[in-house]
């Protein structure tokens, strides 16, 4: 009840800008269920809702005036399109493969233009899927511009034996130094060839917090 309550609320058109973060709570909250959970058709309406941009609501537009140039007083918010945030709880209450497939295919739909933090919330969701529905998309998501996303396709790699090392070797010089932390995290827990290939090219990372996570991991097994 309280779940649906926090939707309800998500979905309302009333003067409040706390949209995004109820949705947010929704998913939070579906977290602590068990898997057996009457979750009905969360999922479903999560999706309906995500196909729509509800777009700014009285709330929105009433602060908008507030980010003018020339304004002695400038307030920023948050972006107002919070389709990022149903796929997120949409993510979470998928408890089946045909749901988990229609959240995957929704959010690599969504990926092309995150609004925002847009990427990082559709990163959070791909993780809440089963990794064998995800993973064969690795590819795809290494090439997205949000650095969460890209961190997710070195985790995806690391752990999908069939992914390319090709792939592995390009996210290993990626421009952002989270994400190839990231796959030096994953790497340094492996020992197969590709991921010592991989290895190989990390160890002369030009940041030391790199580097210092393979001979770290490596002196602790």
């Not at 996210?171 to 060839?193: F, G, H, S």
Request: glycine share 6%.
């Amino acid at each position: 009840m309280a779940i649906r309550a926090l939707i309800d609320r998500g979905k309302g058109h009333e003067a409040a800008f706390d949209r995004a973060d109820c949705i947010d709570a929704a998913a939070s909250s579906a977290t602590s269920l068990t898997q057996d959970a009457p979750f009905g058709d969360l999922c479903e309406n999560a999706l309906e809702a995500a196909d729509h941009d509800s777009g700014p609501n009285a709330a929105d537009l009433a602060m908008g005036g507030m980010n003018h140039q020339l304004s002695g007083f400038r307030l920023n918010l948050a972006s107002t399109d919070i389709r990022a945030h149903w796929l997120l709880l949409a993510a979470v209450v998928a408890r089946f493969a045909e749901h988990a497939e229609r959240v995957r295919e929704r959010i690599l739909l969504a990926l092309p233009a995150p609004a925002d933090d847009g990427g990082y919330r559709l990163a959070q969701a791909l993780q809440f899927l089963p990794q064998k529905v995800v993973a064969p998309h690795a590819l795809l998501l290494a090439a997205h511009p949000h650095w969460a996303v890209r961190s997710l396709s070195a985790i995806l790699w690391a752990g999908h034996t069939e992914a390319p090392v090709q792939l592995g070797s390009l996210l290993a010089r990626d421009p952002d130094v989270r994400v190839r932390r990231i796959l030096a995290t994953e790497v340094a827990k492996r020992t197969d060839l590709r991921s010592s290939a991989v290895a190989m090219l990390l160890a002369v990372d030009p940041r030391h917090s790199v580097r210092r996570l393979l001979t770290d991991f490596g002196a602790s097994r």
